[in-house]
């Protein structure tokens, strides 16, 4: 199997960059993200619970993501690899997944860690939000309380990862194009496990 982590601060690029990598490796995309805002939009239980923390910029508590992908793994065994996008925000998650991964004899093959300015994010998120419909991006307190979870909670996964040296980081501006040929270079350099 080949799972790679797209990681980076809120508005990094992870969403868009994803679309492209799991187009051309053949990936099963796993958007944290992407599916809680499904379990909103249905109002499940679980989107209930998950909006609550969303809506303030604040994470999900750690059970609520971890059960999620560990059904979404149980339910994709022929996959040949996962692309996680927004998975694992806290070293809670990061622990709690390479125990999912060692029970399906896998790993994560390599972190990538998109770097981008943090005035950079800001600007993205706003303008992203005159369009996205996601409440999160249209109000710049809610955005400036996601990058201060980015920096509190999540920025230490990368550390987890460094021991494994895991971590490669590529810069996360200039063209969608540029930035997806330097994680592709990346992404062929580390295609064990
Ligand atoms: P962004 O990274 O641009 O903020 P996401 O779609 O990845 O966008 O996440 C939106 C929100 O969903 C986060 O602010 C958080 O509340 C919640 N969320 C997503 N993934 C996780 C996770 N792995 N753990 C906890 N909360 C999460």
């Not at 490796?25 to 992407?34: Q, V």
């Amino acid at each position: 199997m080949f799972n790679v982590i797209l990681f980076g601060p809120p508005g990094s690029g992870k969403g868009t960059q994803s679309e492209k990598l799991m187009e051309k490796y053949g990936l099963k995309h796993l958007s944290t993200g992407d599916l809680l805002r499904s379990e909103i939009s249905k109002k499940t239980p679980l989107g209930i619970e998950a909006r609550n923390f969303m809506d303030k910029g604040q994470l999900v508590p750690d059970e609520v993501v971890i059960g999620m992908i560990s059904s979404l793994l149980d339910n994709n065994k022929e996959a040949t690899g996962f692309l996680f996008d927004g998975f694992p925000r806290t070293s809670a998650q990061a622990e709690a997944l390479d125990r999912l991964l060692e029970l399906k004899n896998s790993c994560i093959s390599v972190m990538i860690a998109l770097e981008v300015s943090e005035k950079e994010l800001i600007h993205r998120l706003v303008q992203r939000g005159k369009t996205s419909g996601r409440a999160d991006d249209d109000n710049e307190n809610v955005i400036r309380a996601r990058i201060v979870e980015y920096k509190t909670k999540t920025a230490a996964v990368a550390d987890y990862y460094r021991k494994f040296n895991k971590v490669v980081e590529v810069k996360g501006e200039g063209s969608v194009e540029e930035i997806f040929e330097a994680l592709c270079k990346q992404i062929e350099k580390h295609s064990d496990c």
